[in-house]
T-cell receptor, first 118, second 115 residues
Framework: AQTVTQSQPEMSVQEAETVTLSCTYD???????LFWYKQPPSRQMILVIRQEAYKQQNATENRFSVNFQKAAKSFSLKISDSQLGDAAMYFCAYRILISNFGNEKLTFGTGTRLTIIP | EAQVTQNPRYLITVTGKKLTVTCSQN?????MSWYRQDPGLGLRQIYYSMNVEVTDKGDVPEGYKVSRKEKRNFPLILESPSPNQTSLYFC??????????????FGPGTRLTVL
């Protein structure tokens, strides 16, 4: 079974600084997707960034970028120029590329609560 | 506006009183899924559906039922709620399960408390 581990329950960063959130995962599959989701106080789940395992290039979305290390099964999220609106719970998630049973289940980590210090 | 809606957003109930949480999407998505979120556990899948009349269990299906009689709706039914079902529930949908990448869209969540 696939597992996703986020070892940092809480992180804090000074506004305008850079912070990196860690995620490791375990899978025997070679093709899969990895995601970072943001959950602000409104509780809405917002997709931040996605990485396909077959792509070597790390994904970037504006101030958000990932460091994907397939061999190490590591998928960290870097937030540059942190803003107050970045304060949220961040979840790392995994999804197999093609499921034999048609289940597009996302397997989530336990989350990292990010606080931005003004 | 393309969206997934859930009702109610908040619900406090008592043990054993049957309840239904509705989920509806207006994007003609084939795939729908229910998750529950608990502190320290992240989100875990309860049930999913690949299309009308096709549903299957996720990782934590005990105590829940679902149905998919129409493509747009995927209600979550708790026949006899218990306090351990107190949680935050999310419905999600995506265009298709037939391979390739399809973003999952999440509803706003339903906070359920069972006393």
């Amino acid at each position: 079974a696939q597992t996703v581990t986020q070892s940092q329950p809480e992180m804090s960063v000074q506004e305008a600084e850079t912070v990196t959130l860690s995620c490791t995962y375990d899978t025997s599959e070679s093709d899969y997707y990895l995601f970072w989701y943001k959950q602000p106080p409104s509780r809405q789940m917002i997709l931040v960034i996605r990485q396909e395992a077959y792509k070597q290039q790390n994904a970037t979305e504006n101030r958000f970028s990932v460091n994907f290390q397939k061999a190490a099964k590591s998928f960290s999220l870097k937030i540059s120029d942190s803003q107050l609106g970045d304060a949220a719970m961040y979840f790392c998630a995994y999804r197999i590329l093609i499921s034999n049973f048609g289940n597009e289940k996302l397997t989530f980590g336990t989350g990292t609560r990010l606080t931005i210090i003004p | 506006e393309a969206q997934v809606t859930q009702n109610p957003r908040y619900l406090i109930t008592v043990t054993g009183k049957k309840l239904t949480v509705t989920c509806s999407q207006n994007m003609n998505h084939e795939y729908m899924s229910w998750y529950r979120q608990d502190p320290g556990l992240g989100l875990r899948q309860i049930y999913y559906s690949m299309n009308v009349e096709v549903t299957d269990k996720g990782d934590v299906p005990e105590g829940y039922k679902v149905s998919r009689k129409e493509k747009r709706n995927f209600p979550l039914i708790l026949e006899s709620p218990s306090p351990n079902q107190t949680s935050l529930y999310f419905c999600a949908s995506s265009l298709s399960w037939r391979g390739g990448y399809n973003e999952q869209f999440f509803g706003p969540g339903t906070r359920l408390t069972v006393l």
